[in-house]
Nanobody
Framework: QVQLVESGGGLVQAGGSLRLSCAASGRTFSNYAIGWFRQAPGKEREFVAAKSGSGSITYYVDSVKGRFTISRDNAKNTVYLQMNSLKPEDTAVYYC???????????????WGQGTQVTVSS
């Protein structure tokens, strides 16, 4: 069992930055790939970024490449999502998720946090 808690969301103007954190507890953190997903009102949950347990492999959705950076500190059991040059279309609830395999689909992840709201004003 893995418990995940996101933090760092908030309201920011377009062009601004936020850093989300995902703190994990439970089983050996480095055994799990961690993904970030987001869900805007009326839309399906969307993959944003993911990093393998070792940190050696990273995936991003095209719309955030060059703006978002996922990183992890296995010593602190924490994964981060640095979001720069934010756009109004980035507005959503952001979730972190843990799974044994590095994937880009939500159904492949076994454990989820409660989400943190990110709102980008124009």
């Amino acid at each position: 069992q893995v418990q995940l808690v996101e933090s760092g969301g908030g309201l920011v103007q377009a062009g601004g930055s936020l850093r989300l954190s995902c703190a994990a507890s439970g089983r050996t953190f480095s055994n799990y790939a961690i993904g970030w997903f987001r869900q805007a009102p009326g839309k399906e949950r969307e993959f944003v970024a993911a990093k393998s347990g070792s940190g050696s492999i990273t995936y991003y959705v095209d719309s955030v490449k060059g703006r978002f950076t996922i990183s992890r500190d296995n010593a602190k059991n924490t994964v981060y999502l640095q979001m720069n040059s934010l756009k109004p279309e980035d507005t959503a609830v952001y979730y972190c998720a843990a799974g044994f395999l590095l994937r880009t689909t939500a159904r492949e992840y076994d454990y989820w946090g409660q989400g943190t709201q990110v709102t980008v004003s124009s």
